[in-house]
């Protein structure tokens, strides 16, 4: 990113613990990030917000093991976040949608961060400028690897923040889908995934169009209590009135840490299941989900959820 001039936050890497405090105490009051560089189930990313609690982040880097071994200091960007889906073939590539993550455990924008707690698309604030600007973010970084001799196949996740005076910066790439981005992004594309995936393969992406409906979606994580830190009290909980939400046609349910046990769900997890709906516009969209969500139990009131999914399309509406 920095040598193809792609606005980013300002970093600094460190490999010990003390070169990275001897780094904070040098610096004026700030909000940081410290990042494990290593995969840390989307847990790594520690918000500091100021220079003594960065201290403490950078103190934690070590329970992520061989993850924090190496890791980052990053000043804090601040404005509204969102996630970028594009298929790329090496030389060309197609958008295929923008999503909002919510990542923090809870309402708010407060807590911990986790792997993801629910999901909105496609996000207000992604206007014909924002389109553009994230176009010709990913057509130098398709170019820039091109130069590398490192051609990228596959699909190229953006995640951005707009700032204040509508620029965008980039948080980070992923060589994948996003979770749980791609549970809103995905039945939104009336093409055949097979043929999308065929065509990025072949080369044909440029000329390829991706249609999509125009309906929202907002996708709620179910989660067990005390996640994304100790949960281990929930494992093997019943999930009570699951079995009549998978006949509601309204709405949609991807499994993740559950599993059937003589014939009954039980949590195995700590994201156990998401609740996707659809609607017109948000507020329908809203409205199905946190109604199917609202007669779903874990036994011993062990079920924990965001109810604040979608809050800036919301607040947009106000």
């Keep these: 990113m920095q040598m193809l001039k792609i606005p980013t936050a300002k970093y600094q890497i460190f490999n010990t613990e003390s070169s990275a405090l001897k780094f904070i105490k040098t610096q004026v009051e700030n909000q940081w990030y410290i ?21 403490e982040a950078i103190k934690q880097m070590k329970d992520f093991g061989n993850a924090g071994k190496t890791f980052l200091i990053e000043e804090c960007l601040k404005g509204e976040e969102f996630s970028a889906f594009s298929a ?39 206007n014909r400028n924002i389109k553009k ?22 699909i190229l996740y953006l995640g951005g923040m707009i700032d204040s005076k509508g620029k965008v910066r980039i948080i980070e790439f992923n060589a994948r ?27 044909k992406i440029k000329n390829f169009k991706i249609k999509k409906d125009n309906l929202y979606r907002i996708v709620v994580t179910a989660a067990s209590k005390g996640y994304p830190e100790n949960y281990s009290k929930v494992i093997g909980k ?17 499994g993740a840490g559950l599993k059937i046990v003589k014939g009954k769900y039980t949590v195995s997890g700590g994201r156990i ?3 996707l709906a ?38 947009r509406l106000k």
């Design 35 to 55: 990042k494990a560089s290593g995969l840390a189930g989307g847990k790594g990313a520690i918000f500091a917000e100021n220079n003594k609690k960065a201290e």
């Design 88 to 126: 790329v073939n090496g030389k060309d590539h197609i958008l295929l949608g923008f999503a909002q993550d919510h990542k923090t455990v809870f309402d708010g924008n407060l807590g911990p961060n986790t792997g993801g707690m629910g999901c909105s698309s496609p996000p207000k604030a992604i």
């Design 133 to 154: 600007q994230v176009d010709l973010i990913i057509i130098k970084i398709i170019k820039g690897l091109e130069h590398l001799k490192r051609p990228y196949l596959g």
């Design 177 to 203: 889908w996003g979770d749980p981005e791609a549970q809103v992004i995905i039945p939104s594309i009336k093409n055949d995934l097979y043929e999308t995936v065929i065509n990025t393969i072949n080369g």
């Design 238 to 254: 019943n999930i009570n009135g699951l079995d009549k939400l998978l006949k509601n046609k309204n709405i949609k349910i991807f």
């Design 273 to 275: 299941f998401y609740v």
């Design 278 to 315: 659809k609607g017109k516009n948000i507020l329908e969209a809203s409205h199905k989900v946190y109604k199917a969500l609202s007669k779903i139990s874990i036994s011993g009131d062990n079920l924990h959820y965001r109810k604040d999914i979608g809050y800036r399309d919301l607040e």
